[in-house]
C-alpha cells in the first residue's frame, strides 16, 4: 500500500523527444487513477518511469513517500502489466505467476510460493490453466495470466499497461467488471493508463488526461465528462465525438440568445436561469460544445423542437443509434438517439437541446469558457 | 449485378495430423446489391467462407453460383469479383497510382483508359494527393483506402471485405465505415464483409450472417437477431453490454406458474404467450436471458420486480452500467447518465416480460424466437 | 484456385532433377567409399558392385590391403581428433565471447555500434590468404604455429562473425518487454539475462554454432599454413592420400564419409532445436 507522488518529472530520449514535460502527480493510497490519452502522448513512458525501467532527467519521484530516484526497478516493489502482456513464453503459468515470489530478493519459501499462486488462480479464475505454455492461451487468459503474475506479490503500487486493449469487446466488457471487484477486493494504490475513455470512467477514482507530457486536467470521472477543460478533452471522453460548432451568443430581455449555425440560421433561446441555478455563459464569440446525446430529435411539425434539421444519414447500433443531421443545410451534427426511433435518410425532423449540457469553449485558446452546470 | 449463392459448401482442410471442418453446410443467398455481413469469433469460418467465394480457396463439397454461373472450376480473376485484404496486401515495390491500377494492367487494358478510370477512384476515396507516394510512406488509414481503391477500379460484380477496419484507431474506423456505407450506396455493388465486430455488422449490413463453429447459426436483419434470436450464440454474441442468463424453473401452484431462478434468487411470472410452447417441453431445462436496455429501474411492487444490491456502478458518459447482486446470480443493466448508485444500495428493477428470451438449456435453441416466427406465419 | 494435375507433375520432376543434380556428387563418394580399386577406376563406371569396407580399414586400422599401392600410413584418427580439438574449441571460445557480445549489440545503444557490428561482419568476406601471410609472421613470433590454441584463435575469424550476427537477430526478437517484467518481478540485471533471455534463445545458440562448426570442420588454409605436423585437422591430412606414386581414390572416399559424420550428426540433432528456436522466436504469441 502507498502513495505515488511524481514532482516535475522530466523524461525526454537521447534523440530528443520529451516524452515527460515536468509532470506533476500525487495519487493518493488505496487510489484507482487512471491516465487517459491518445497513443503517443507518453502514457507508457509514465509507467515505466514509475517502476524504474526508464531512468527520469529530472525532478523527482516517490514511493509510498521514499524517494526512488535511481532506485532500479527490483528494489521498487512495484508491479505492472504490460501492453503486450509479457509473459515468458518458456515458463508455464504456474512459472510465470510465481516467478515474483522466486526472486532472491524475498527468499519467499516453496510451499508458500504454492499457496500465494493458488490464492491468486482462484481469485482469477485460472486455475485449469496452470500447466499451459502462455502460446496456448486466447487474449483474455493472457490478460487474467499477466494481471496474476502483477498481484501475486503485494506490491506497493500497480501499474497497468492498457490492459484491455488486445481482448475483443465481448471480453473487455467482463474483465472491466472483474478489474472493478479486484480493485474492491485488493485496494492497492493503481495506476491504470488507457486510450479508451469508458475503461478510465468506469474504473477511476480520479482520471488525469495526458497530453503532449503534462496532465491538463485531472479530476472524478463526472468532471471529466461534463467538465472537460478544453476542447480536445472533451473531444475525446465521450462517443461519438463531440460536435463543435462555432457560436455568437448574446443576452438579451432575461434570455441568452444562442446562435451555432451561422448569423442566418436558427437562434437558440435559454433562460437565464435554469431551475437548477443561473446560467453564465457571457456575450460573445463562442465553440459550442454539444453531446451528441444532448440532442433529441423530434418528427417536422411536432412542435417539440425548435431547430428544423434533415437526417443525412441514420445508423442503427446495436443499443443506440447514431444519426447525422444537417442544420440550415451545411452545419453537421452528430446525435445519439435511441435505436427504436425510425428515421430515413433525407427525412425533415426538428431538433431540441437540453441547455444545461452545453459546453463554451473559446474560439482560439480552446479552453474552457466557464463552468458548466450539470444536475 | 449478379447475386450470389452457397449451397450445401463445405470447407476441409486436411493436413497430416487433422481434419479441419471449416465450414460445414452452408447454405446462402445473397441477392442483388445487398450488403451481406459474415460475422462470428475467429475461426467460426467466416474468412474461409469469403475466401472460396473469391477462388482463393478450393471449395471441398457444394455449389458457389454468382449469377447464373457456376463458379467452383473458375480461376479469381473469371468470377469477376474484387476483394480487399485485411492486411491490406499492397505492392511495396509500386507506387500508389501503379498499385491501384495493376489490376487493370494485368486484365490488359491500354493506359489512357487505366488512368481515367485511376483518377475516378482516386477521386471518389479521395486519396488523388498519393498516388505518386509508396506504400510504406501511408498511414495505414491511407493503405485501407488505398487497398479499396485497388479493388474498386476493376468495376467488380461482387466486392469482399476482410475486416477492412481491424488496423485502424476508433477514429479512422468511423470514418472508414462511413466511408465504407457511402460506397455501398453509391455503387449499389454487391457487397459481402467480414467481421468479428458486431457494431461494424450492424452499422453497415443489410443482413447479418452469424457463424459458428464451422456452421451458419442465423441470417438476419439486426432486428431480426435482436428481438428474435435462433439460438443462445446468436443471442449472446450479439448486443452490449452482454446479455444476462440465468437458468429457471418452472413452478406450478394453485393460482399461477412462475419462472424460478434455480438458485431462487428470483422469480417471474410466466408470459402467458409461453404457455403453448411449454406444454411440449416437459422435462427440458430452461434458460432464460434479458438485455441490459430491457431492465428498467421501477420502484413499484410488479410480479415482474427484481430486488437486487448494487455490486458495480459505471459512469460511462452517455450511459451508465449497474451490475446487481441479486441473491447468487449478477444482473447488469443500462440507466440513464442521470442515474448514480453506490455500492450496496438497494435497487428495484422491472423486467419487460415481452422482451425475456427463453432457451433450452441442452440445444441452445431460442424457444421464443420459434414461437414469434410461428405466431407471424398464421 | 484449383491447380491441374499436370502443373503438379510438372513441379514435381522438376524438383526431382534439381534433388538429383544436387545431390548426385554426394551419393558418388559414398558409393565410391564402399567400392574396390578397380571398380572405382572401371569405365563406364559401374552402379552395381561387391561392396567392401576395405577403405575404411584402411584408413582406420592403417592396413594396406587390397591396395596395390602399399600404402604410406596415414593416421586418420589422430587428424579426426585434431579437427574435433580444433573445431569445437574455436566454437566455445565464439559462444562465451559471441553472446554477451551479440546481446549488447542487439540490446544496448552505445557510440560506434554498428561499425563495430560490421568490424565483425568483414572478417568474414576478408579473404584468407589476404590476413594469413601477416598472421603466420606473428603466429611465428608468439610460438603459436602448430598448436591448438594458435588455431581456435584464428578460427574465430570465421566462427565468431557468424555467432554474432545469427545471435544478434535472436535477440532482437526476445521482446524487451519481457526483461522488463521480470525486473520488475524483482531480478537483477545478469539474473534476467540467464533466466529469460538465455532460455529464448536457446535454438538460436544451437543454430549459429552448428552453422559455424561446419564452416570451422571444414577449413582448409588456415589449418594448411598455420598448423604443422602436430595439429593438422582432417582437411589437411586428407592430402596425404594423394601420394607420390598415386591417388588413393577409395581412402579419400572413405576419409570424406567420415569426416562428414560429425556435421551430419549435428545437423540432424540441432534440427529440433531450430524448429523450437523458431517457434519460441514469436514471443509475443
Known sequence: MGSILLDKIVKSFPDGTVALNKLDLHVWD???????????????????????????????????GRRVDGVPP?????AMTFESFALYPHLTVYDNIANPLRSPRYGIPRDEVEREVQRVCDLLEIGHLLQRFPKELSGGQKQRVSLGRAMVRKPTVFLLDEPLSHVDAKVRHRMRLELNRLQRELNTTTLYVTHDYLEALSLADRVGILEDGQLVQVGSPTEIYRQPVNVSVAEQVGYPRINLLDAWVEHSAGEWQVRPFGAGGPVLFFPVSDGAGTLDWGTGEHLLGLRPQSIRIHPRGSGLGVVPARVYVATPFVTYAIVTLLVAEETELTALVPPDQQLEAGEEVELSFSGSEFLFFDPTTHLNRQTPHSA | MPSVRLQQVNKIYRSKRERVHAVRDLNLGITEGEFMCLLGPSGCGKTSSLRMIVGLESISSGEIWIGDRLVNDLSPQERNVAMSFESYALYTHLSVGENITFPLKAK??????????????????????????????????QMQQVSLARALIREPSVFLLDEPLSHLDVNLRVYTRNRIKRLHTELDTTMIYVTHDQLEAVALADRIAVMN???????????????????RFVADFIGEPPINFYEVEIQEDLRETTLRETSGAFSLPLPSRWESILDQLEGTVFEIGVRPHDITLHDRGYPQSVQGECEIFEFLGEENHLTLKVGEVRMTLVVSNREFFETGEKVTVYLDPNRIHLFSKDSGACLSSQLGSESASW | MKRSKLQTIFEQTILCVIFLFILFPIVWVFLMAFKSRGDILSWPPTFLFEPTFDNFRNILVGGSSGSATGATTVDFLGYFANSLIISCGAILLSILVGVPAAYAIARFQFRGKEDIAFTFLSFRFAPELLVIIPIYIIFQRMGLLDTYFGLIWVYQLITLPMIIWILRGYFEDVSVELEEACRIDGYGEFYVFRKIVLPLVKGGIAASALLAFIFAWNNFIFAMVLGGSDVQPITVGAMQFMTAEALRYGDMAAAIVLAAIPALLLAIYSQKHLIRGLSFGAVKG
Not at chain 1, 41 to 52: D, H, I, S
Request: proline share 6%; aromatic share 6%.
Open chain 2, 108 to 141: 490488359g487494358m491500354p493506359p489512357p483508359e487505366r488512368r481515367k478510370r485511376l483518377v475516378e477512384v482516386a477521386s471518389m476515396l479521395e486519396i488523388s494527393s498519393l498516388l505518386k507516394m509508396t506504400p510504406s510512406s501511408l498511414s495505414s488509414g
Open chain 2, 213 to 231: 463453429f464451422a456452421e451458419l447459426q442465423q441470417v438476419g436483419t439486426r432486428e431480426e437477431l435482436l428481438d428474435r434470436p435462433a439460438n
Open chain 1, 30 to 64: 488505496e487510489e484507482f487513477f487512471v491516465i487517459l490519452g491518445p497513443s503517443g502522448a507518453g502514457k507508457t513512458t509514465l509507467l515505466k518511469t514509475v517502476a524504474g525501467l526508464y531512468h527520469h532527467n529530472g525532478g523527482h519521484l516517490y514511493i509510498d
Open chain 1, 74 to 78: 527490483e528494489d521498487r516493489n512495484t
